[in-house]
T-cell receptor, first 116, second 114 residues
Framework: DTGVSQDPRHKITKRGQNVTFRCDPISEHNRLYWYRQTLGQGPEFLTYFQNEAQLEKSRLLSDRFSAERPKGSFSTLEIQRTEQGDSAMYLC??????????????FGPGTRLTVL | DQQVKQNSPSLSVQEGRISILNCDYTNSMFDYFLWYKKYPAEGPTFLISISSIKDKNEDGRFTVFLNKSAKHLSLHIVPSQPGDSAVYFCAASPGSSGAQKLVFGQGTRLTINP
């Protein structure tokens, strides 16, 4: 295991369809984050898990979005009834919260979503 | 409300010279700062970080400087190499506890010319 992996890398869907993305973090990492990046912008925080508990959600995460991290390992991000404004790169990151207060986050390659 | 700003969308530097990328922030609660590098079709790659108790951190060709009073940080790359051409993001983390979610700037595209 050399890094964070995400699947699929690309997803094209029609407006109104549901999509689900998967993230596999670095195996010993207990924190997992989802971010969204649109063209010309930096990534924006969506939600965060400590082990299996979802501890924080951004106001960007509407009720059409849901994320899970069963058993504190991989995570899924589902978007229901997709809209064209959901088109973006969805990035997953993980980190290890241990004895050090500050922990860098390591990012996966992202899933690029295009909603037609 | 853009809490982290990178005011230069692009920067062009000759190979072998120093590249200086700048970043400003507004939130005094930020106490951990990171720089990431991003190639097209890839996720951001962690480069270097600094906590608010320091004013400089160095790792090989990369040095990050933090000026807390000015709420400004910069990344110096010396000497610049063609492989350094990428988009660079500055990020800040609010607080040493809690989620430590990252707040990113808009990015600066660095081009190293041979």
């Amino acid at each position: 295991d050399t890094g964070v992996s995400q699947d699929p890398r690309h997803k094209i869907t029609k407006r109104g369809q549901n999509v689900t993305f998967r993230c596999d973090p670095i195996s010993e990492h207990n924190r997992l984050y989802w971010y969204r990046q649109t063209l010309g912008q930096g990534p924006e925080f969506l939600t965060y898990f400590q082990n299996e508990a979802q501890l924080e959600k951004s106001r960007l995460l509407s009720d059409r979005f849901s994320a899970e991290r069963p058993k504190g390992s991989f995570s899924t991000l589902e978007i229901q009834r997709t809209e064209q404004g959901d088109s973006a790169m969805y990035l997953c990151a993980s980190s290890f919260r241990g004895s050090s207060v500050y922990n860098e986050q390591f990012f996966g390659p992202g899933t690029r979503l295009t909603v037609l | 409300d853009q809490q982290v700003k990178q005011n230069s969308p692009s920067l062009s530097v000759q190979e072998g010279r120093i590249s200086i990328l700048n970043c400003d922030y507004t939130n005094s609660m930020f106490d951990y700062f990171l720089w990431y590098k991003k190639y097209p079709a890839e996720g951001p790659t962690f480069l270097i970080s600094i906590s608010s108790i320091k004013d400089k951190n160095e790792d090989g060709r990369f040095t990050v400087f933090l000026n807390k009073s000015a709420k400004h940080l910069s990344l110096h790359i010396v000497p610049s190499q063609p492989g350094d051409s990428a988009v660079y993001f500055c990020a800040a983390s609010p607080g040493s506890s809690g989620a430590q979610k990252l707040v990113f700037g808009q990015g600066t595209r660095l081009t190293i010319n041979p």
